[in-house]
């Protein structure tokens, strides 16, 4: 399997960035992906995920109502608007197999995915 996120950059605070992630070597049906962040100093947190075939999604308290993740077969997409400094991180994608009944809060934990991305920078300016 391999992972491939791209879309971080430089972006003015208030502005928007849609981050991609590239999934080879699975069918899409059968995995989730999730994407994570590390800012700097700080532990990497859980951001958004999204379940193979049904499609549900799932997001962090701090990017909810500003954020979408949506996807096009082996692509995942995080849309994210509104952008504030805290927000600067390294954006990692990752994929989980699915399961049939996950228990609250599994596609929020890292423990949860068996293949990482490399990550992707984005800064976010005041």
């Known amino acids: 399997v391999q992972l491939q996120a791209s879309g971080g950059g430089l972006v003015q605070a208030g502005g928007s960035l849609r981050l991609s992630c590239a999934v080879s070597g699975r069918t899409y049906s059968s995995y989730a992906t999730g994407w994570f962040r590390r800012a700097a100093g700080k532990e990497r947190e859980f951001v958004a995920a999204?379940?193979?075939?049904?499609?549900r999604t799932y997001f962090a308290n701090s990017v909810k109502g500003r954020s979408t993740i949506s996807r096009d077969k082996n692509t995942v997409y995080l849309q994210m608007n509104i952008l504030q400094p805290d927000d600067t991180a390294v954006y990692y994608c990752?994929?989980?197999?699915?399961?049939?009944?996950?228990?609250?809060?599994?596609?929020?934990?890292?423990?949860?995915?068996?293949?990482w991305g490399q990550g992707t920078l984005v800064t976010v300016s005041s």
């Open positions: 999204i379940r193979g075939s049904a499609g």
């Open positions: 990752a994929v989980a197999p699915n399961i049939a009944a996950p228990p609250s809060e599994y596609y929020t934990q890292e423990a949860t995915y068996d293949n």
